[in-house]
């Protein structure tokens, strides 16, 4: 399996996993999440907050482990991730997978969608 990445431009990544991260754009909060391509779709295996604030508390059954709130979310496969490019929040998306890693959506433009390769 392959991660599609289609905003401005295509890319094709040959992984199976991924963890994508952000900083909350008004708490300056960071948040993780580590994704898995599996044949039904992007699915969501751990997400980690670095703290909390207004709407960011985390789920029940989360544990606080050095300074992450560390939990396990409850979310069906997911045919694609779209991620908004507004420019606004002074970073974009980053996306690490196989020691690598990318940002996204820095910049104004096209909404990046993420979604397994057909």
């Known amino acids: ?27 300056h909060v960071r ?14 295996v751990a997400a980690r907050i670095r703290g909390s604030g207004a709407g960011m ?10 300074g992450w709130w560390v939990y396990a979310p409850r979310l069906p496969p997911q045919r694609a991730l779209v991620l908004a490019a507004s420019g606004a929040t002074g970073e974009g998306w980053t996306l690490c997978a196989a020691g ?16 397994p390769c057909p």
Do not use: K, N, Q, Y
């Open 31 to 44: 948040w993780e999440e580590d994704w898995r391509l599996t044949p039904a779709g992007l699915e969501l």
């Open 100 to 115: 690598r890693c990318l940002e996204l959506g820095a910049r104004p433009g096209p909404a990046v969608r993420l979604m």
């Open 1 to 27: 399996m392959s991660l599609c990445l289609a905003g401005a431009e295509t890319l094709r990544l040959a992984v199976t996993a991924f963890t994508l991260a952000w900083t909350h754009s008004v708490e």
């Open 57 to 66: 508390e985390p789920p029940p059954g989360g544990a606080l482990v050095d």
